[in-house]
């Protein structure tokens, strides 16, 4: 029970934790400078157009009422607004887009991991040898490199120059048919449908903002994965297992057991980070996820786009943590017990 | 709703301002999640264009994004057009005749579309249009006269870009333009103006199917706004198939227009945000057309097998703002000695790798009445230039800010250029950089000493372009200029059909503008068409955009 | 940069030597020539640190010769950084131009050469605020926080605060906080400030937290020394450690974030060098095949950063008492096979 009595407190300050971003993010969006009206009908419109299409906005009235209008839609009819670049509802717009870039982060942190963990464990156990000193320059390198360098590097390399993978122009090649919407992830969708096509062609595409991305988280997680065994192979209980005899094999088993809280703590905040963090890859891959279209949004002073995709992204994360903190309770008997 | 007859109206603009904002906004459009479209289509008569964007609103009353243009011109035939002659320099593309020709009505060569024939009074106050009889729209409905009159009724209660060429052709009373007849329609001015015939070939005077828009008019609604914002109700030769903005729009030929059914029958027009992405596409032949590329891509493309790249000139200029309102701009020495030290022929060399022309005068050079005898600024020379600011009081120099576009690739290298050259000669130059989607705003809002703009006016008249840009109650004239020997000569050449006058007229505008400055003159880019070198037909037309209609695959 | 979400894992996750009475060691003595002694005695063990792990001292090398191009950039660069050149546009990399030209004729090198300047500038300017403020109220958060009643009502709200600041998107905010001000480097330092002081909120509360546990903070308290006289004096430099390791990661990070801004284009203005604006001019022109413009700016931001992470890497190491241990260790034993 006390993992409910847990969720539940956390439960209660969700609903004030999202109020407060959207509070926040509405008033800071509210101050960039760009006239919605003016930017919507073009430069003829008449001032009586403007004016109405200003009070149809809600746009003459103050800003805190202007807040509340907002979140009663929000609340009552789930209704985001309206992006005046795309023309469409912001909730359409987010549920094409939110899905491409959940895929690419959620592909790109399993290879994050796959790079990261075997790493870090080896370089934890083995700590003087080659491995070791590789893990230290990887980890503190994939942390240096800048995500849109490295992405434009690999275009260069195994695009122009090599010619191994499709140009960098989205999810899709042109003229592949999509398969319908069930998840919004293509590989999933395409495998449903069995659209083998759609499938090599997403996959295809997918391969160098997946290697970007991977290459780069792969860093933290090595670092933490390494930092977190080391620590645990230096404890009592790890020294005691190697000095009662038991073979390699297990006492890293226990030890990176005893890991994994670390381990899930990094991948849930690069996860946090990435929603809108990878903006950067997904521009220089014209992917069409979510963070671009904050980005552009912001840029453009398209305001609707940004609260939604801030609102999103941030129900996201505290749906990511409470699932961590879950997770903890359930490998870690000390937070249990 | 008022209407405002003084200048005061925002003109349309075939601003690439606008069309960046669109540009810029919507760099959004995954690779290719259309919604189930089958595109195995027929090469033959299926053309693909890769374009930096869809249309936003297809209602030329109010839209001037880039993609717009394409779809007003596939969609709606106006009433009349211009003839069509090969250009001297690329025999594979035709350009429209915009040259003088005092001897027929109107003094243009015209062609007829929905009109069959025209009579131009000897006044010059009316004319009448006899309309083409049979002639269907995309909805089933048949053309007459009252479509004529509604649209440009539609223009006057509205006031938008339509309600500026109200203005332009002194048109301000509803019962101006009228029906005689089922098929007969006439516009009768106060007085003679010599565009009333000239503005009707302009890409944003289609006529709509006033039948079909009446029915689906509401109280609040009257003329259709909403429909026509997502819809097409019109007479050309293309009708809507469907449109997802953001991703794409199709166009399909219709079987029943009355010139016959269109050669490229399907037109799939795909949004693609990055130029570089938009000529790779075209390199490996998944599309037939890209729009709007930088100009080295360009040069990339020309070793590409199956591609033909060609430019030619066009009715494009650059230019930068110098606000005549804002210090040290308010004088006439400053603003000269700014155009003596612009870098002209490098930046024609290095950012537009000779793709593009200085722009010699202040109004397009393919235009009658076009004069580069007042230029001066040729040659860079920055000794007079420093003269001329120690002279206008400003001794060593100052400092002083240029904006410029951020979704426009070519501004930002030009401006660096400026900038070092500026510095040779004491001005100091802090650049100032705007997002796309609110660069317009900055440039009509009038509070930067000096700002880029792109802009192409598009009736080919003197009179035309001088009023937009020079006339100080003008809502173009975003520099501030205001001569009142320059007003008075723009007035009078607006109120007579005199051609020989009104040329005579213009040319001493443009000796006043030119040394006087209220521009730094800049660059007029080419238009450059990318395509397959199978696909044959190109039209070049001063709207800057291109007709899906003309094309065809060579066999 | 950790986000920790968990009062009791913030205490657990930061500092494992709570319970060891030795944790104070860093006591700074009272004399000027004992003062003198311990910063000599430190600089000796940092020099044998760099020579027992060569990577440190790679990380220093790199950060002296970042810092010393800002500072003497005139000298060292061949050309001039900001001023066009248009005869000798899109030069690939020759003996002229080392690392070739970019669209404007502009050297590459040179400009490489004089973007610490700005990078530097903003990233240091930006983390120095954030760690003042950032620990300063993390600091009186985490004394406070058991304290009981009002005050630690107060560091709940801070804390779901910072919770919220930390759930926005760091971009979206970042470039939302330049496009409202303008595009200036002050407020490009603002964002970093404003985006970073979290994470020394957190880091300096839940090390104030462990710390204020201690005896001698206790026994301060009991004499009666006033609370802030205690922070300041005792659980501030006590609580250092972490913070200054913090510190050289997040100045590399935050020369990627002002990268990556310039290159979404709500950066430096043009034409100032500034590594992420320079790859951004230059992205149009890798499809082109004209690399030379992103590549090499990419590099010389991955080193620097590098170099600050090795920096970094390095403060931890000797701020940790058990690390400190570990790596004595480990040089007694190289020294042991070395004679």
Not at chain 1, 41 to 48: D, F, I, R, T, Y
Not at chain 1, 277 to 306: H, K, T
Not at chain 3, 315 to 331: F, T
Request: glycine share 8%; charged share 15%; hydrophobic share 45%.
């Amino acid at each position: 029970m006390r993992i409910m009595r847990y969720i539940g407190k956390r439960m209660i300050f969700i609903g004030p934790q999202l109020l407060g971003i959207i509070l926040v993010s509405f008033f800071l969006v509210k101050l960039i400078p760009g006239d919605p009206a003016v930017m919507m009908l073009g430069p003829m419109a008449s001032e009586s157009t403007l004016e109405e299409l200003r009070a149809d906005m809600g746009l003459n009235l103050s800003v805190p009422q202007q807040f509340l209008i907002y979140i009663e839609n929000l609340v009552l009819h789930g209704d985001l607004g309206r992006s005046w670049q795309t023309t469409r509802p912001v909730t359409e717009d987010l549920f094409l887009r939110m899905p491409a870039t959940l895929e690419l982060i959620t592909l790109g942190l399993i290879l994050g991991l796959l790079i990261g963990v075997p790493l870090g464990v080896g370089a934890a156990y083995l700590k003087r040898g080659i491995l070791a000193k590789f893990s230290d320059y990887y980890g503190l390198l994939a942390g240096a490199l800048p995500d849109f360098w490295l992405a434009l590097v690999l275009i260069f390399f195994f695009y122009t120059i090599l010619g191994w993978v499709p140009p960098p122009l989205g999810r899709l090649d042109f003229f592949t048919i999509p398969p319908p919407t069930i998840t919004g992830a293509l590989l999933i969708d395409s495998l449903l449908d069995g659209n083998w096509q759609a499938l090599s062609s997403a996959a295809g595409h997918l391969i160098l903002p997946v290697l970007t991305l991977g290459l780069i988280s792969g860093g933290p997680i090595l670092k933490m994965t390494q930092s977190t065994m080391d620590r645990m192979l230096e404890s009592d209980y790890s020294r005691y297992e190697e000095m009662c005899g038991l073979p390699k094999a297990i006492i890293i088993r226990h030890a990176l057991r005893n890991s994994l809280p670390s381990v899930v703590t990094i991948v849930s905040v690069l996860y946090g980070f990435l929603i809108g963090g990878a903006v950067l890859v997904e521009i220089v891959f014209s992917w069409g996820g979510a963070g671009q279209y904050a980005v552009q949004g912001v840029l453009n002073a398209d305001i609707n786009p940004v609260l939604g995709f801030v609102f999103f992204s941030a129900v996201l994360s505290l749906i990511i943590y409470l699932i961590v903190d879950l997770i903890y309770f359930a490998i870690d008997p000390r937070v249990r017990g | 709703m008022s209407k405002d007859s003084s200048h005061t109206f925002k003109v349309s603009r075939r601003t690439i301002l606008k069309g960046s904002a669109a540009v810029a906004g919507a760099a959004l459009a995954p690779g290719a999640l259309s919604l189930g479209q089958a595109q195995a289509q027929d090469r033959a008569n299926t053309m693909v264009v890769a374009a930096p964007a869809t249309p936003q609103s297809l209602d030329s009353e109010y839209d001037v994004s880039l993609g717009t243009f394409e779809a007003v011109a596939c969609l709606y035939d106006g009433l009349v057009a211009f003839e069509k002659k090969p250009d001297a320099g690329v025999p594979t593309a035709s350009r429209e005749d915009i040259t003088d020709y005092p001897d027929k009505p109107g003094g243009v060569n015209l062609v007829g579309k929905l009109a069959e024939s025209w009579e131009v009074d000897p006044n010059g106050t009316s004319v009448k249009f006899h309309m083409r009889k049979g002639v269907k729209s995309n909805w089933g409905n048949e053309l007459t006269a009252e479509d004529v009159v509604w649209t440009w009724h539609r223009k006057l209660a509205l006031g938008a870009i339509g309600g500026f060429y109200c203005n332009t052709i002194d048109l301000t009373r509803p019962e101006q333009v009228k029906a005689e007849g089922s098929h007969t329609v006439s516009f009768n001015l106060d007085n003679p103006n010599p565009l009333l015939l000239k503005l009707q070939p302009n890409l944003y005077n289609p006529i709509y199917d006033s039948t079909k828009l009446k029915e689906v008019a509401t109280d609040e609604d009257p003329w259709g706004r909403s429909f026509l914002e997502n819809n097409s109700a019109g007479f050309g030769p293309y009708e809507l198939a469907s449109l997802v903005r953001g991703q794409q729009a199709v166009y399909k030929g219709r079987a029943d227009y009355y010139g016959g059914k269109p050669a490229m029958e399907n037109v799939i027009f795909k949004e693609v945000p990055t130029s570089a992405n938009r000529a790779q596409l075209l390199q490996g032949g998944a599309v037939d057309i890209a729009q709007y590329l930088q100009p080295l891509e360009i040069i990339a493309l020309r070793n590409a097998p199956n591609v033909a790249v060609e430019t030619i000139q066009a009715t494009f200029m650059i230019w930068i703002e110098l606000n005549a309102k804002m210090e040290p701009f308010d004088s006439i020495d400053v603003r000269r000695a700014m155009n003596f030290a612009f870098p002209q022929e490098q930046i024609v060399k290095t950012v537009f790798q000779d793709l593009a022309s200085p722009l010699t005068a202040c109004m397009p050079d393919l235009y009658p009445g076009y004069n580069d005898d007042y230029w001066e600024y040729g040659k860079q020379d920055l000794d007079l230039a420093r003269e001329l600011i120690k002279g206008a009081g400003h001794g060593d120099g100052f400092t002083t800010s240029l904006s410029y576009n951020a979704g426009d690739p070519v501004q930002e290298p030009m401006a660096i250029l400026y900038q070092s050259a500026l510095r040779e000669i004491g001005v100091n130059l802090e650049l100032n950089k705007i997002p796309a989607a609110t660069f317009y705003n900055n440039v009509s809002e009038r509070k930067q000493p000096m700002i880029f703009y792109v802009d192409s006016p598009w009736c080919p008249d003197p009179g035309y372009s001088m009023n937009l840009y020079f006339h100080s109650k003008s809502f173009i004239n975003y520099s501030n200029y205001e001569n009142a020997r320059v007003d008075e000569l723009i007035d009078g050449a607006a109120k007579t059909n005199d051609q020989a006058a009104r040329l005579e007229m213009m040319d001493e505008v443009q000796k006043h503008v030119m040394r006087e400055a209220p521009w730094v003159f800049g660059i007029s880019p080419g238009y450059t068409m990318a395509r397959s070198k199978d696909l044959m037909g190109w039209t070049y037309y001063t709207s800057n955009n291109m007709r899906f209609q003309d094309f065809y695959r060579a066999s | 940069m950790t986000h920790i979400s968990d009062d009791d894992a913030d205490a657990r996750a930061t500092n494992p030597d709570a319970s060891d009475p030795d944790a104070h060691v860093g006591r700074r003595p009272s004399t000027i020539g004992g003062r003198a002694q311990v910063f000599l005695q430190g600089f000796r063990f940092l020099l044998a640190v760099l020579r027992a792990r060569p990577m440190f001292a790679v990380g220093y090398g790199i950060v002296v010769s970042v810092i010393v191009m800002a500072i003497f950039a005139p000298l060292i660069a061949p050309y001039p950084p900001e001023t066009a050149n248009p005869t000798d546009f899109l030069q690939p990399p020759s003996w002229r131009h080392l690392l070739g030209t970019d669209a404007t004729g502009m050297d590459i090198f040179s400009r490489i050469i004089y973007a610490p300047r700005i990078d530097l500038t903003i990233a240091i300017a930006g983390t120095a605020i954030s760690a003042v403020v950032g620990s300063l109220i993390g600091a009186t958060v985490g004394y406070y926080q058991e304290v009981g009643g009002a005050p630690s009502f107060f560091s709940g709200v801070v804390m779901r605060s910072a919770d919220v600041l930390q759930a926005f998107p760091v971009f979206v905010f970042a470039i939302a906080l330049v496009a409202i001000f303008g595009q200036s480097l002050q407020s490009i330092i603002a964002a970093i400030a404003f985006l970073n002081i979290p994470i020394y909120l957190r880091l300096m509360r839940s090390q104030v937290m462990s710390i204020r546990r201690m005896r001698f903070v206790e026994a301060s308290y009991v004499a009666g020394t006033p609370d802030r006289f205690i922070i300041l004096r005792h659980v501030i430099p006590n609580s250092m450690a972490p913070v200054l390791a913090q510190l050289s990661v997040n100045i590399g990070w935050s020369v990627l974030l002002t990268a990556g801004l310039s290159f979404v284009g709500a950066g430096v203005v043009a034409p100032t060098p500034e590594w992420g604006s320079m790859i951004a001019m230059g992205f149009q022109n890798i499809i082109t095949g004209q690399w030379w413009p992103s590549v090499f700016p990419g590099i010389a931001l991955a080193v620097t950063v590098f170099g600050f992470a090795l920096v970094g890497a390095s403060v931890e190491v000797l701020a940790d008492p058990a690390r400190r241990r570990a790596l004595s260790g480990n040089m007694r034993q190289h020294r042991a096979k070395e004679s």
